[in-house]
């Protein structure tokens, strides 16, 4: 397909009207916006507009409300608040966030709370068992306790140590842990700790709240714990609905601030002269007309509409033009990049060989029926992109599998059905001819390397890029040179004699000697002087190891094409390997071998037959003609979906 046609665009008018201008630029969602400096005179005496953004403190402040609430403010209408000032909303904003902060902080008190009563909840439940009161335990004058937990290991340790001053009483086991209390004279306090602490004992601090036995804290600890969260759900519950009132003014004070905000940094693009701004861009030019009238309520403004190629400082942005069935596979083109404004489109080129390549790999009447299937699926309901390009390429491998006879890996199925039509040709057994399929893989790379030649040439006459077009290994010389020794090779295996010496020295040695002299020529078709940097020698030695890559790389881009034959086996082996195994296995056993190894095989190779088939473009046909340095068409408008750091 092709790549939609732009037109420049100069906009001039009163510093008065700067802003309203910009909005309607947002609005009319077709304006490609440049930095007018780029094309200003320096004569002129221009100034770039470099201003702080006096929106970016209040929007922030509404990102941190909006993160500290869990509320995402929408786009609506604000005509309500249009007219409020800076500082009135600055003040509204403020009570907010300050009121928010307090049900934050009382809801982060109340969970601290929480915390604290729980974990002494479970320290006490641990210790069930105690009839004493903790806090007469803990003011013993003579005796001193500790409570904790010990490992099992250090505890079955315990009897080693009859002999020292201490009692240790378990109240519970947990797992690896035994749960109780030691008693120890005063005197002999720092003795038995230290014994306690090579034990890895683990000590309890029972909280100075706590008071009863440990049945009557356990229950009173068990009331804080629902009282605190009681509290905190009544924070929560508060909170939210506060914001509930709030939202909705919230929700039009950000699409006020957003739009303004947005607007107002593309005041950066503009340039002053005087008391008029200039502001450049790039409209459709099927929307250019509509784009021209837009302004016809601003007095001071004029529109200037030229043809996009007018300034050569700025590039024109593309703006690619697909149909809904090559569209998909835009995205494999924006991966390797857009192509220039006056190149060509490859995506309908990658629609077509990208489902031949992947089809003849992955020939499978079933297994392409099902990934068809599973595409259209994943991109209707889970809005991926990849699904509608899986979606045809499970067409191609469908397409395929019965020219190949495969049906789930059942490759006599579709026998009977050729036989009745009489079509004594098909199936295609793969298994049956190796040789065949890696010699007509090799020959259809053959073929799309030619075409992406003969591409290359029409897209560089297009952009008067001779060399490229007639000298280079991609252009003319490169095509014939390349088509002259297939032809040669074809010939003599047919006991043709081709390579004559006419032939040799007009079809292969010349082609060789323009790509050797392409930069020179080149010069010479545009009609300018050829300087040559580092002298004849460094000039011979250059171009002699480029002209002897090109030769290789005719070779070598020509082989990887076998790829693609290999493929189409390594999938039909593998499948016979799955039938292989289900034929010996139980009649119960059997069906699921089958089923399971159908996907399997369609899960793997279907993901190696994606990557492959893309290299394959990117490496092998892409890097011919294309060179993906074309700038996105980005229209202006208010993005209310990013966030303000």
Request: aromatic fraction near 14%; charged fraction near 15%; charge should be negative.
């Given at each position: 397909m092709s790549i939609e046609k732009m037109e420049f665009v100069n906009i001039s008018g009163h510093t008065s009207d700067l802003n309203a201008t910009l909005v309607k630029l947002s609005d009319c969602g077709c304006f490609h916006i440049e930095s007018a400096s780029k094309v200003a005179k320096k004569k002129s005496g221009y100034t770039a507009l470099k201003e702080d953004n006096p929106y970016t403190p209040l929007l922030r402040k509404l990102n941190e409300i909006s993160a500290r609430s869990g509320v995402t403010f929408k786009s609506t209408d604000y005509s309500d608040v249009e007219n409020e000032s800076l500082p009135s909303l600055e003040k509204y904003l403020s009570e907010v966030s300050n009121t928010l902060d307090e049900y934050k902080t009382a809801e982060r008190q109340a969970r601290e709370q929480l915390s604290v009563h729980e974990q002494a909840m479970y320290q006490v439940d641990h210790l069930q068992g105690i009839t004493a009161d903790f806090q007469q335990i803990f003011h013993c004058e003579h005796i001193k306790i500790r409570m904790g937990r010990l490992p099992a290991d250090s505890f079955a340790k315990l009897p080693y140590y009859d002999d020292k001053p201490f009692f240790f009483f378990h109240f519970s086991q947990e797992q690896e842990y035994y749960w109780g209390m030691y008693l120890v004279p005063v005197a002999y306090l720092d003795e038995v700790e230290e014994i306690f602490d090579e034990l890895y004992f683990e000590r309890t601090h029972i909280p100075d709240f706590v008071h009863g036995d440990s049945e009557t804290a356990s229950s009173e600890l068990h009331r804080m714990v629902e009282e605190d969260k009681k509290a905190i759900d009544e924070c929560v519950k508060q909170s939210d609905e506060y914001m509930q009132l709030k939202t909705e003014r919230l929700c039009k004070i950000f699409s006020r601030l957003k739009t303004q905000h947005d607007n107002f940094d593309l005041r950066n693009k503009a340039v002053i002269v005087k008391d008029k701004f200039h502001i450049v861009g790039f409209v459709p030019r099927k929307d250019s007309e509509r784009f021209a009238g837009m302004?016809?309520?601003?007095?001071?403004?004029?529109?200037?509409?030229?043809?996009?190629?007018?300034?050569?400082?700025?590039?024109?942005?593309?703006?690619?033009?697909?149909?809904?069935?090559?569209?998909?596979?835009?995205?494999?083109?924006?991966?390797?990049?857009?192509?220039?404004?006056?190149?060509?489109?490859?995506?309908?080129?990658?629609?077509?060989?990208?489902?031949?390549?992947f089809g003849i790999m992955f020939g499978d009447f079933g297994q392409g029926v099902v990934l068809a299937v599973f595409g259209a699926l994943m991109g209707k309901l889970k809005k991926w992109s990849m699904g509608p390009i899986i979606s045809r390429v499970g067409i191609s491998g469908a397409i395929f599998g019965l020219l190949y006879g495969s049906v789930f890996g059942y490759e006599e199925l579709l026998d009977p059905i050729y036989e009745r039509l009489g079509i004594s040709f098909l199936p295609i057994k793969v298994m049956d001819n190796v040789a065949p399929i890696l010699v007509a893989t090799i020959a259809l790379g053959v073929l799309l390397i030619m075409i992406s030649i003969l591409i290359n040439i029409v897209s560089g006459i297009k952009n008067k890029d001779y060399e490229s077009a007639l000298f280079s290994n991609n252009g003319i010389a490169g095509l014939v040179f390349f088509g002259s020794i297939l032809g040669g090779l074809v010939g003599t295996l047919l006991g043709v004699k081709v390579f004559s010496i006419p032939y040799v020295l007009l079809l292969i040695i010349l082609p060789l000697i323009l790509m050797f002299m392409r930069e020179p020529l080149a010069c010479l078709v545009k009609g300018k002087k050829y300087k040559m940097e580092g002298g004849v020698g460094d000039f011979i030695a250059s171009n002699f190891f480029e002209v002897f890559e090109f030769l290789l790389s005719y070779v070598s881009n020509s082989l990887s094409f076998v790829r693609v034959g290999g493929f189409a086996i390594s999938h039909a082996s593998m499948m016979l390997v799955v039938m292989a195994l289900a034929k010996g296995m139980s009649a119960a056993a059997s069906p699921v071998m089958v089923v399971f190894g159908n996907v399997f095989v369609m899960g793997i190779e279907a993901l190696l037959v994606c990557i492959q088939a893309m290299r394959l473009e990117f490496y092998e046909l892409f890097s011919r003609f294309y060179s993906g340095d074309g700038v996105p068409f980005t229209p202006v408008k208010i993005n209310y979906d990013e966030t303000i750091e």
């Open positions: 302004f016809g309520d601003i007095e001071s403004i004029s529109v200037s509409i030229q043809h996009a190629d007018v300034n050569g400082k700025i590039p024109p942005p593309i703006k690619m033009k697909d149909n809904w069935f090559t569209k998909p596979f835009s995205l494999f083109v924006e991966m390797y990049g857009l192509p220039s404004y006056n190149g060509i489109n490859p995506t309908s080129f990658v629609a077509i060989t990208y489902m031949l390549l």
